[in-house]
């Protein structure tokens, strides 16, 4: 099968038991690194050397197909640098071709920045989605935060040290300048920060420098004044669009403050 393992983000004793055996039994793993599992085991004291196989970004596509058809007769551990695999790192791909194969897949659950980052910024962390990193020029950036801009639902992002500030200043035009955000560097780490507060307060203290691995949550947008009748207008066009009608009721309501059961009552009311 194949084995999706989650490592440590920043502190070794994250590492879990199952994780540890995995490692002590492994006779193939795939690599984000393979220079980084190698002082992984080492860290860890696992003396077991298993084959070691570099997957990542550039090669991804073209070794998933063998490591799937691998996993049918053996266990391929699957590792990225630091946290889940798949999850802004390499592995969907693989995932996606032992599906498509047949091969089955589990998961030895572990650190995530983005659930870390998400519990610790003191925003809602009922509803949220991970963004993963924002592009890189300015002018597609503030195109991409202005199509976030009414997001309802806590909104989760990587970035490099060196663009932090640029992005804040990018985020706090698109999303607003009181929009609330909590930076939060370096996780689960000896320098571990988190800074929150409005995104230009945010945006002016990152001018300063800042290092590490980064994770910027930003708060959804706050539900827009929408007249009832309007709200159910909106529910009904969702459904006509193939959404079902529950979850337009609570995607409509979320966005309008409006009850949910209320809208859901109303739009099937002028169904029938």
Known sequence: MIILAATPIGNLGDASRRLVEALEAATVIAAEDTRTTIRLLSALGIENRPKLVALHDHNEKERAG??????RTEDVLVLSD???PTVSDPGYGLVAAAAAAGVRVTVIPGPSA???????????TDRFAFEGFPPRKSGERRAAFAALSSEARTLVFFEAPSRLAATLHDMAAG??????AAVCRELTKLHEEV???PLSDLAEWA???ARGEIVVVVAGAEPRAVAFPDAVTQVLEMVRTGTRLKEAAGEVSTLTGHSSRELYQAALAVKR
Request: glycine share 16%.
């Open 66 to 71: 063998d490591l799937a058809e691998r996993a």
């Open 82 to 84: 630091a946290g889940m």
């Open 114 to 124: 983005v659930l870390t980052a998400l519990a610790v910024s003191g925003l809602p």
């Open 175 to 180: 999303f607003g300048a009181d929009r609330r």
């Open 195 to 197: 800074v929150r507060g």
């Open 207 to 209: 001018e300063t420098g």
